[in-house]
């Protein structure tokens, strides 16, 4: 083989392996990354009254895991199941927004993700280390807050979603804080972490 | 002559050795995040300005009998207005075994390519050396 020859099949070799290596790393997941935690719009003057007014809940503080986050306003997907945060960095938790305000009678539900990808934690990664007493404050739009304390944590199967206690009826304002948990399955989860929560104190 | 055809199909195997490991690599499964349909549709988007929110459009599976626009507590109908299906999907679990997959699929793509390149290079070599 002449040297013409040899530096020809050599230096094919060294650009396939300079292509192949090159092409498939541009391709990731397909993100939106531009959530980022933000100042929650408040009214600039809390009204002095003693109940929540039933406006939407702009942030939600949970002291006891390091919680302090903006919430948005979730509806449905398109298959009907709840619709969850954006998957960015830095996540922030959602308040469905079909189910009753904060403070209003009835269970409020806000979501957060366990996990993000590759963004790590998410906002509700330490959900499940919350115990009866707790404290959770979900302050509105129109500046009050109500206050809740964790009644209960739950770990259950996303096939025994316990729908009817979480969406159900009740006598007083209470509070379900959702994530997901348990074993991991691929890119998920098999269980969901349910907080439920009640009224403790409402004030400006 | 007999040389330069040899060079030619070294070239050729190694063109299409290189071809085929990005292929691979796409082929593999990735890591998206299922909450992608979710946030997808615009009508559902979540907002950071709360507000009076838009009249549900889709309705799967209701407590009621049907969505009213009306947000109702009152006795008799249910306080969730919609009652979600299924289980919330609240986690996309980390991405690392996903990337070290393509990792090892790109690594040996890449050994794979140079072992072809290497191949090809001894036969002529040798064919060249023994006159064949």
């Known amino acids: 083989m002449s ?17 192949g290596c090159g ?11 531009g959530a980022r935690r933000s100042a929650p719009r408040e009214s600039a003057a809390p009204r002095p009254a003693s109940r929540p007014s039933g406006a939407a809940p702009v942030r939600l503080l ?31 938790a959602g308040w469905y927004r079909y189910s009753p305000p904060p403070g209003q009678v009835g269970p409020s539900v806000i979501l957060g993700h366990v996990t993000v990808g590759p963004y790590g934690d998410g906002v509700f990664r330490h959900l499940a280390r919350l115990h009866r007493g707790d404290a959770v404050t979900a302050r509105l739009a129109d500046g009050r807050t109500a206050e809740f304390a964790v ?27 959702i994530t997901c948990g348990g074993p991991r399955t691929g890119d998920g989860y098999l269980a969901n972490v349910i907080v439920f929560a009640a009224l403790r104190a409402a004030g400006p | ?15 299409l050795l290189a071809g085929a490991v990005p292929a691979f690599a796409d ?42 626009a009306v947000p109702s507590t009152g006795p ?44 090809a290079f001894l036969v002529v070599r040798r064919r060249r050396a023994t006159g064949a």
């Open chain 2, 27 to 68: 082929a593999s499964p990735t890591q998206m995040p299922r909450t992608q349909a979710a946030t997808a549709v615009p009508s559902a988007a979540p907002s950071d300005a709360p507000g009076t929110g838009a009249t549900p459009s889709p309705v799967p599976r209701t407590r009621t009998a049907a969505p009213t």
């Open chain 1, 151 to 177: 009644r209960e944590v739950r770990t259950v199967a996303k096939a025994d979603f316990p729908a009817g206690e979480v969406y159900g009826d009740v006598d007083r304002p209470e509070l379900r804080l």
């Open chain 1, 62 to 92: 949970v002291p006891a895991i390091g919680v302090d986050t903006p919430v948005l306003r979730l509806g449905l997907a398109a298959d009907g199941t709840v619709e969850v945060p954006p998957v960015t960095a830095h996540d922030r």
């Open chain 1, 3 to 19: 040297p013409l020859s040899r530096r020809a099949v050599v230096g094919a070799a060294a650009a396939a392996l300079v292509t």
């Open chain 1, 23 to 33: 092409g498939p790393t541009a391709a990731g997941p397909a993100v939106t990354p």
């Open chain 2, 1 to 15: 002559m007999r040389r330069t055809v040899l060079s030619g199909l070294a070239l050729a195997g190694t063109a």
């Open chain 2, 76 to 119: 008799g109908r249910g306080q969730v207005r919609v009652v979600p299906s299924g289980a919330p999907d609240t986690g996309v679990a980390t991405a690392s075994a996903g990337d070290s997959g393509n990792s090892g699929v790109l690594v040996g793509g890449g050994a794979a390519v140079l072992a072809g390149a290497g191949t």
